[in-house]
């Protein structure tokens, strides 16, 4: 998970299990679409940070509430989303949003509606409002592509759509009151003095009113651009620079012409927009873009219509994106999962404008010839489940889409690298790794063939083999990241060897043998920070003595470890697991290590001081993305059953159709993702394998709709909360004797069929010949 600026316990989780088949009576049948069971509340509460509002599929524009953006840096990761669940005021809408990020910036763009005489031009507090309006829960309504919430000061019906790049707002005010909107560019997500850098107004003789701001947060020098039209015309306004006495002499703001009407240029914009009395609901439609000005005019006019049209088409490609996974499951179980899809499906989001402009990592206009650049990749996170889940639920296009993206970001970036995390077409140098690695290779050796191959190796390799980032020089000349040279040693150490890996697997599908040899030498670095005295994973100076002292429970952000300790790391070598067993002393020491994570007992320990470890199953975390293989490497050891036991464990503590209902940041669809695989029935542990490791399905029935026309449909027969065990599997109606299935079994199309019992079948994928392979097997 990405981490925030100061680090704060984020444990708990949530306590309501995903129910099976004999609970449907009781809970009444769920709806026959997938949309209609999405919740968007679930993760606004708790750890989950996912946001209400309204986004089409990876739609640039998030149009959301945001319930507190006054918070100073250090009091904000509550609020990484805008919008927490259990706040009593609603602040504005603001036009971005992340999906569940553990760190945040964001929040461009807040509007505000206000009804009568006297307009507030400061949002106020929760306790002495200005702009600042109370709701109710029971006011609000959220589902995919729209939120409606009343604004009980007011007594304003507010309601939002958007489309791709469009954000359409409808504001419905009481009868005989004056209508206003306060336009407010100083408003921001992890908001501190000084982050916005400067911005402008333009009210164009057309009425319509253009503009952009550039901040300093997360992204340094990260520019948006916005164009936005009323329903009605304005019959006042007032652009207002709150801070005057700042000088901008000689700066020319990027498109901008001189027919303006007004124009403001300032540090502390905003506007005030008045109306008058309105015989109709107020209808505002906002386009964005990261290139400039008339960039947002032609997104405007790119996606036309108004409220209810937009909606629409928001609605219909929101229902053919879920409608790409049908769900036959009792009604609580279903929304869980269909919401977990729905949060799958919400970023990389679309970056490039409608004629394929974008603003890039050198901070220059490019232009994406032939497909939609994306940027917001939290790729520490996402290239476990969310970007394998997308080569299967999405057309050919997306993935395509983001490895060109990637492989264009790492041409026009100023280091010669992949992204690490990205958003805003922008570098943050968040988290560790270089895993735009394994998304790619997974996308090429699946098939996909719709980007440039060669170009693809020629960036993996760049990336794996800049010396200055992360210790990498260290790791080429050592074989593993010594931590007196380098914070997060040994994580860095395995996650770069599990990246090499799958950097000598694309290769050697290309033929690229010199490439792929060197590769699978570096593959095997993760022993070099393996202990097999002590059967840890630890942190090695640079003489090649370990680090001490050392405690495998201690988390402490900056040391040995990324986001987690020694318990979580020590299985990070998902491409040679059959290796690491053999280094722990066989397959029932392992399970017997395994065991004794999920049962440790935390009651000693305080995690008090670390931020993002939320969501504790002894020492397996769950909130946190390093423990998310684990529950599935007992089939590695032969005894698939206990995978069974503890994913029924995992996912009954730590989902829930609740705003609480994420145990930890959905990380842009991390969490979520895990869930979607898990309820299917299989999990991609080695992203890069074309591997999908068995475990037991939480649906009764789920049918993928795969391009081409073909589906794949699994079945659970007997499925129930007793019948938590695998008796027997078939495939295409044939006994399925190993624990795992092929990625190209899947995409083939056919039936996948579990069993199911109250005992497990203890021979079922146990012989070392049907478990999933690893790299020394």
């Not at 469009?166 to 004056?178: D, E, K, L």
């Not at 309105?278 to 964005?288: C, G, I, K, N, T």
């Not at 699994?714 to 190993?738: C, D, F, I, K, W």
């Amino acid at each position: 998970m990405s981490r925030g600026a100061l680090h704060r316990f984020a444990a708990g989780s949530a306590a309501v299990a995903l129910v099976t088949a004999p609970a449907l009576a009781q809970q009444g049948a769920a709806p026959a679409r997938t949309i209609d069971s999405v919740d968007p509340f679930i993760g606004t509460g708790g750890e989950g940070h996912s946001f209400p509002g309204a986004v089409a599929p990876f739609g640039m524009v998030q149009l959301s509430p945001d319930t507190d953006t006054s918070c100073m840096i250090r009091d904000c990761y509550a609020h990484a989303a805008g919008y927490r669940h259990d706040d009593p005021t609603i602040e504005g809408f603001s036009h971005t949003h992340f999906s569940g990020a553990g760190h945040s910036d964001l929040g461009d763009v807040l509007v505000m509606p206000v009804a009568g005489d006297a307009v507030a031009l400061d949002p106020g507090t929760p306790t002495a409002p200005g702009y600042r309006s109370r709701f109710s829960h029971d006011d609000e309504v959220a589902r995919p592509g729209y939120y409606a919430v009343t604004l009980a000061s007011s007594r304003i019906r507010a309601e939002l759509t958007a489309g791709t790049r469009v954000g359409v707002h409808r504001y419905t005010f009481p009868a005989g009151q004056a209508a206003h909107l306060v336009l407010d560019l100083r408003r921001s997500l992890y908001n501190y003095p000084g982050k916005v850098l400067w911005s402008g107004l333009h009210l164009r003789p057309d009425g319509t009113l253009t503009g952009f701001r550039e901040t300093r947060g997360w992204a340094p020098g990260r520019k948006l651009f916005f164009a936005m039209r009323f329903s009605a015309p304005l019959t006042d306004h007032a652009l207002i620079d709150r801070d005057p006495d700042v000088a901008y002499k000689g700066f020319q703001a990027p498109g901008r012409g001189s027919d303006a009407l007004a124009e403001k240029l300032g540090r502390q914009l905003e506007a005030r927009l008045d109306f008058g009395r309105l015989d109709r609901p107020l209808e505002v439609r906002v386009a964005l873009s990261g290139v400039d000005e008339a960039g947002a005019v032609a997104n405007l006019d790119a996606e036309p219509g108004d409220f209810a049209a937009t909606q629409a088409r928001t609605r219909a490609a929101w229902d053919q994106a879920l409608g790409a996974v049908e769900l036959e499951a009792p009604a609580k179980t279903k929304t869980i999962v269909a919401t977990a899809l729905y949060h799958s499906l919400i970023a990389p989001s679309v970056w490039s404008d409608a004629d394929g402009r974008y603003r890039g990592p050198d901070d220059q206009v490019h232009r994406a010839e032939g497909y939609t650049f994306r940027s917001t990749f939290s790729l520490w996170d996402t290239f476990r489940a969310e970007h394998p889940l997308l080569t299967l639920v999405q057309p050919e296009a997306t993935t395509n889409d983001v490895v060109r993206s990637l492989i264009d970001s790492q041409r026009h970036s100023p280091h010669g690298i992949l992204p690490v995390w990205q958003f805003a077409g922008r570098e943050t140098w968040t988290m560790i790794g270089y895993h735009a690695v394994p998304v790619i290779a997974d996308a090429y050796l699946k098939g996909f063939r719709g980007f440039d191959a060669d170009a693809a190796l020629a960036a993996m390799v760049a990336s794996a083999e800049y010396a200055s980032y992360g210790g990498l020089g260290d790791y080429m000349k050592l074989g593993y990241v010594p931590i007196d040279r380098e914070p997060e040693a040994a994580s860095k150490t395995v996650e770069y060897a599990y990246d090499d890996w799958t950097i000598a697997r694309m290769a050697r599908a290309m033929g690229r043998t010199d490439v792929a040899q060197r590769f699978e030498r570096r593959a095997s670095n993760w022993r070099n920070s393996f202990d097999v005295k002590t059967g840890w994973l630890r942190a090695r100076n640079s003489d090649g003595s370990y680090r001490t002292p050392f405690d495998p429970t201690a988390i402490n952000y900056g040391s040995d470890y990324t986001e987690g300790n020694a318990w979580q790391y020590s299985w990070f070598m998902p491409q040679d697991q059959a290796g690491l067993f053999r280094l722990l002393g066989g397959d029932h020491k392992a399970i017997a290590k395994l065991d004794a994570m999920f049962d440790y007992d935390n009651s000693k320990l305080d995690y008090s001081h670390a931020e993002d470890i939320a969501g504790l199953i002894g020492q397996y975390i769950h909130g946190n993305e390093p423990s998310h293989h684990v529950a599935y490497l007992y089939s590695y050891a032969g005894a698939p059953w206990r995978t069974q036991e503890r994913l029924k464990q995992i996912v009954d503590t730590q989902y829930a159709a609740t705003p609480e209902g994420l145990s930890g940041n959905d990380d842009l669809g991390q969490m979520s993702a895990w869930l979607v695989f898990t309820a299917l029935g299989f999990y991609p542990v080695a992203p890069g394998s074309n591997q999908y490791v068995l475990g037991r399905p939480f649906v009764s029935r789920a049918t993928l709709r795969l391009s081409g026309g073909k589906s794949f449909t699994v079945r659970a027969e007997n499925l129930s909360e007793a019948n938590r065990y695998v008796r027997s599997v078939t495939l295409n109606g044939a006994p399925l004797r190993r624990s795992w299935i092929a990625d190209a079994e899947v995409r083939a199309g056919g039936e996948l069929r579990f069993v199911m019992g109250d005992r497990p079948d203890t021979r079922w994928g146990s012989a070392r010949a049907v478990r999933p392979f690893s790299l020394s097997r």
